[in-house]
């Protein structure tokens, strides 16, 4: 049974760039969290999606958007990259957004 | 949403108990309590989760008092392997995941 993936789990980008990162749900699962952690600091969440739709979102930036598609994976967008999007971000699912996260790895983005 | 507060760091010795204790004196009347374990560069991972008395599983339990304004993890006879940082989390109407809000959490280290 797999579990939760990400991918890429490392890239680099520079200032003003845009990135999309991906995420496949463990199986059975159709609510995908987003959630942004930097070096030394608890997870902080972007937002949720369920049937497709961005159901809850934390204090975040236009420039964080996200997609979730008919299989439940997800990706999360963001554009115009600064320094301080530097971090690890972290996909986790769950059923029906109710009971126990289950996270990725993440993917560690460097913005330079 | 209630914030929690829980120490920054506490140090134990291979097979003792380790009990960390969280203060969310703000929790509201449908709000659980959930505990997460990370390791450097993993995603957090579920340890337990309660909402009033007592919850036990198999690696930990989890106390909480009548007036639910504080809990405790309880970590039996802890290995080097348990080294890692621990989130404690309030909310989740009816255990749900959306919005969920991760502070700094513990970093727990085990000496042999």
């Known amino acids: 049974d797999a579990g939760v993936t990400q991918s890429p789990t490392h890239l680099i980008k520079t200032r003003g760039q845009q990135v999309t990162l991906r995420c496949s749900p463990k199986s059975g699962h159709d609510t995908v969290s987003w959630y942004q952690q930097a070096l030394g600091q608890g997870p902080q969440f972007i937002f949720q999606?369920?049937?497709?739709?961005?159901?809850q979102r934390g204090n975040f930036p236009d420039r964080f958007s996200g997609h979730q598609f008919p299989n439940y994976s997800s990706e999360l967008n963001v554009n115009a990259l600064l320094l301080g999007d530097s971090a690890l971000y972290l996909c986790?699912?769950?059923?029906?957004?109710?009971?126990?996260?289950?996270f990725g790895e993440g993917s560690r983005l460097t913005v330079l | 949403l209630a914030k929690t507060t829980q120490p920054i760091s506490m140090d134990s010795y291979e097979g003792q108990e380790v009990n960390i204790t969280c203060s969310h004196n703000n929790i509201a009347t449908n709000d659980y309590i959930t505990w997460y374990q990370q390791f450097p560069s993993q995603g957090p991972r579920f340890i337990i989760q309660g909402y009033k008395t007592k919850v036990t599983n198999e690696v930990a339990s989890l106390f909480i008092p009548a007036d639910r304004k504080s809990s405790t993890l309880s970590l039996p006879r802890v290995s080097l392997s348990d080294t890692a940082v621990y989130y404690c989390l309030v909310g989740g109407y009816g255990g749900a995941t959306n919005k969920l809000i991760f502070g700094t959490g513990t970093l727990l280290a085990v000496q042999p």
């Open positions: 986790a699912s769950s059923f029906r957004g109710t009971g126990e996260l289950f």
């Open positions: 999606y369920y049937e497709e739709e961005e159901r």
